[in-house]
């Protein structure tokens, strides 16, 4: 059964520097997601993309944080100077149409920690 | 104000014990609402999507219900396995054009 992949599984890395989360969507699918859960806490969304453009974002998704889909496949979230509360689990989800009627896949999931 | 509140937080079954987690809403503009089973460091299973009040789905020994306050998700005869944190989503008109907005979660434990 197809499904969503990310890379890598646990990220630790210093306040300030640069990190940059990557997922392998579901190859059929057309839009992507990015969610985050701070620990304890719900998943709160980020950012959609389709059509090689961000479609929405949400407030959290400041100018700290791009996306990319550089090939066919990957679909990355970089967080460009992250800071302690930037700790969190970063889901990526992908769909095949909008969700009006489609249901979203999460990935796995990549937990960063940022000292 | 919560636009998604799940309840209770936690819920401790014996198994076989059947029950139902709620998930009310106040956005207005539903598109669908979305359960999700999630393990421990793992991300969101998709389960169902409801999509107009009186819709009903069931999978295995879940059913989940929808009226234009709130949705069910009904548990019949638990397993240990199905032990996870339940998740109720929201799409709609309020809440943006191609994203949800996730509840705080019902932690399921089944006891064997």
């Known amino acids: 059964e197809p499904e969503v992949t990310q890379t890598p599984s646990h990220q630790v890395t210093q306040m300030g520097q640069e990190v940059i989360l990557r997922c392998v969507p579901i190859?059929?699918?057309?839009?992507f997601y990015w969610y985050r859960q701070i620990l304890g806490q719900k998943v709160e969304f980020l950012v959609s993309?389709?059509?090689?453009?961000?479609?929405?974002k949400s407030e959290i998704f400041d100018d700290q944080f791009s996306v990319e889909r550089p090939d066919g496949s990957n679909f990355t979230l970089k967080i460009r100077s992250t800071k302690l509360e930037d700790s969190a689990m970063y889901f990526c989800?992908?769909?095949?149409?909008?969700?009006?009627?489609?249901?979203?896949?999460f990935g796995p999931g990549t937990r960063l920690t940022v000292l | 104000e919560d636009q998604v509140t799940q309840s209770p937080e936690a819920l401790r079954l014996q198994e076989g014990e059947s029950s139902s987690l709620n998930c009310s809403y106040t956005?207005?503009?539903?598109?669908?609402l979305f359960w999700y089973r999630q393990d421990p460091g793992k991300g969101p299973e998709f389960l169902f999507t409801l999509y107009s009040a009186g819709e009903e789905k069931e999978k295995e020994r879940l059913k989940a219900t929808l009226t234009k306050k709130e949705s069910f998700l009904h548990i019949t005869a638990p397993k240990p396995e199905d032990s996870a944190t339940y998740l109720c989503?929201?799409?709609?008109?309020?809440?943006?054009?191609?994203?949800?907005?996730f509840g705080t979660g019902t932690r399921l434990t089944v006891i064997p």
């Open positions: 956005v207005s503009g539903l598109r669908g």
């Open positions: 989503a929201v799409h709609a008109d309020q809440t943006g054009a191609n994203n949800l907005f």
């Open positions: 989800a992908s769909s095949e149409r909008d969700i009006t009627h489609n249901e979203q896949f």
């Open positions: 993309f389709y059509n090689n453009e961000i479609s929405e």
């Open positions: 190859s059929n699918h057309l839009y």
